[in-house]
DNA sequence: TAGTGGTCTAGACCACTGA
DNA sequence: CAGTGGTCTAGACCACTAC
């Protein structure tokens, strides 16, 4: 039986979480770790890498290999799509266009977008419902400039998320997430007191450096957003 | 010149942010393409797989590979040590423990922590400062089934985390992002009004299946918690 | 400057799965 | 059952960097 990279890099991680390798301890070099699991140096290489990725250990050329003394281990998300988020709690989903206006950027929005004074931008203000109930408000900033079919496109069926990933690839992301308090309209559609502590997705995606689209995902007083890791 | 694997892959990463390759299309197998850049097939197996790993593309044995419908894109967040994220905005980290308490387990977390009715939890309230002003609280329960030394443990000059994670390892994590409305005594430590909205992270980590600590921490008014992929 | 990881190659066998 | 990706090997050369 072969050894494989899965095996190497599953009995390196006990070796970590029994203790036998302690933080900040220099693991074997390659070619030593090779011939003790008897398999290529690629093998290990492999394994070694994957947990370098994941920030359980610390590579330097000729220095070697070292644990991480602490892990900078990372949580991985998926960015949610409302509608499967919805559909995977088993409740059905359901959208409503809550505003549509084509309008000259505001300047908070100027320069985020990287757009021009005077330049128009689309804004969106859409509902997501989980069995009828809010679920997220979603208020979106599209870039005409980039996208100009947008202007044409309807969004009282289907949501402009949905829309945009069929029509135009980004090549970059920034993502934050925030707390913010309710103001008077979000807390009418959500449901919710004025002042209420919501949980806020912001996203802004390009395409090759131009601003696509900016979003504001807030969604219902409660929600949580979790990940295991 | 050789080309590389990293080549390979931004090559198809732009054809794919051009358009040339749409959403849902085929892409040519591994052989194929090898051929075409010139490289062995385990180049492009490489840069192939990095694209799959990131949600970009789908492979399927047989089937092929395609472009994703609708990217899985998946950002990473590395989870935060408070003291690096202050220094890191240049500001004076400054560290104070408000409370503990060894004390029969609470109703609610029993079940958290996996443990029975009237065993003993470490309760620990601390504070994180940014050149003196609140920027952090940590709300955080211990196990000390599984790390019995936590009880001799000094924590204040140094906070509970950094001890942690110089003890004991651990294997799985949950994490939470949410919003929480500022209480009476929470208000008054992150110095903000009562009922603001907060950004909150709440997080339980186990070994072995064995839960070691929940922790939460709450972030001054305004945080944002910010990546880019 | 020597040791370590980073990567590429050419070839091979295997595992999965769609047609 | 045949095509595709998944992985391993043995060897090689290279890039970086601690010493």
């Known amino acids: ?24 301890s220099l693991m074997p070099n390659e070619t030593d770790l ?21 920030g ?12 991480r003394m602490a892990p900078i281990r990372q949580a991985r998300f998926a960015i949610p799509i409302v509608r499967d988020e919805i559909e995977a709690l088993g409740a059905k989903y359901r959208y409503a266009l809550v505003g549509r206006d084509v309008l000259p950027v505001p300047d908070w929005l100027r320069g985020r977008l990287g757009l021009q004074r005077g330049q128009d931008v689309l804004h969106l203000v859409c509902m997501h419902y989980a069995d009828g109930v809010p679920y997220q408000h979603e208020d979106r900033w599209i870039n005409p400039e980039v996208v100009p079919n947008v202007l044409k496109a309807d969004f009282t069926a289907s949501g402009p998320n949905e829309w945009l990933v069929s029509e ?21 559609h959500l449901g919710c007191g004025e002042g209420a502590a919501l949980f806020r997705i912001e996203r802004t995606t390009w395409l090759q450096d131009r601003a696509i689209t900016l979003v504001q995902l807030t969604y219902r007083r409660g929600h949580r957003m979790t990940t295991r890791y």
């Not at 970059?172 to 308090?181: L, P």
């Open 168 to 188: 135009i690839p980004f090549s970059d992301a920034e993502i934050s997430f925030m707390a913010v308090e309710a103001e008077n309209g979000l807390a009418e």
């Open 56 to 67: 359980i250990i610390e590579r330097k050329r000729k220095a070697g290999t070292r644990v």
């Open 1 to 24: 039986m072969t050894v494989a990279f899965k095996d190497v890099k599953a009995d390196l991680l006990d070796q970590i979480a029994r203790g036998a390798l302690r933080p900040g």
């Open 34 to 54: 090779a011939e003790s699991y008897g398999c290529a140096r690629a093998t290990v290489n492999r394994a070694m890498r994957e947990l370098a990725d994941e």
